[in-house]
């Protein structure tokens, strides 16, 4: 079975700064995409960033990054000058690359703090 | 720019009593999923749905809980028989294809 490892409970970040959020997971399938979802304190869930496994390329989203390395099963978010907005539970998610089903396997979450 | 909705967005109920929460994915999409998160805890897998019929469940979704697509828009999660632990945020999301699944913005459920 897959699973999702966020080691970080907790992050904070002053604004405009950079930050990264850390994910590492394991599966032996060669066939998965990645996400990161946002949880703001309205418990919303927002996508971020999606990142398939086949593209060595990284996903960018305007201030949003990932670092996607594959052989290390590793997959971290990268926000640039980090705005108040930002502050919310960041989660990493698994999914297989499976036609069917396709559950999200979530991490535990990351809570990030904005400072002014 | 479409969106899942659910509802209701808050729902207190007693134990053993049966709930139905509801969902509208969105409108081209073809696979639907229900998840809960219990409070500060991670979000859980239960059930997915696609072509009219339940695709994958997990452990926690046993015989109090059914997942139905009565018509071509509402997507709904009954329990049958809730319990004290059943209190958590129930999301709904769905995915057009190989894409990231959209979520609604939950209904919190809470048994007292």
């Known amino acids: 079975a897959q699973t999702v490892t966020q080691s970080q409970p907790e992050m904070s970040v002053q604004e405009a700064e950079t930050v990264t959020l850390s994910c590492t997971y394991d599966?032996?399938?060669?066939?998965?995409?990645l996400f990161w979802y946002k949880q703001p304190p309205s418990r919303q869930m927002i996508l971020v960033i999606r990142q398939e496994a086949y593209k060595q390329q990284n996903a960018t989203e305007n201030r949003f990054s990932v670092n996607f390395q594959k052989a290390a099963k590793s997959f971290s978010l990268k926000i640039s000058d980090s705005q108040l907005g930002d502050a919310a539970m960041y989660f990493c998610?698994?999914?297989?690359?499976?036609?069917?089903?396709?559950?999200?396997?979530f991490g535990a979450g990351t809570i990030l703090r904005v400072k002014s | 720019e479409p969106e899942v909705t659910q509802t209701p967005s808050h729902q207190v109920t007693q134990m053993g009593q049966e709930v139905i929460l509801r969902c509208v994915p969105i409108s081209n999409h073809l696979y639907f999923y229900w998840y809960r998160q219990i409070l500060g805890q991670k979000v859980e897998f239960l059930v997915s749905?696609?072509?009219?019929?339940?695709?994958?469940k997990s452990e926690i979704f046993d015989d109090q809980f059914s997942v139905e697509r009565p018509d071509g828009s509402n997507f709904t999660l009954k329990i049958r028989s809730t319990k004290l632990e059943d209190s958590a945020m129930y999301f709904c999301a769905s995915r057009p294809g190989l894409t990231g699944q959209y979520f609604g913005p939950g209904t919190r459920l809470t048994v007292t």
């Open positions: 749905f696609y072509n009219n019929e339940i695709s994958e």
């Open positions: 599966t032996s399938e060669s066939d998965y995409y």
């Open positions: 998610a698994y999914r297989s690359g499976r036609e069917y089903g396709n559950k999200l396997v």
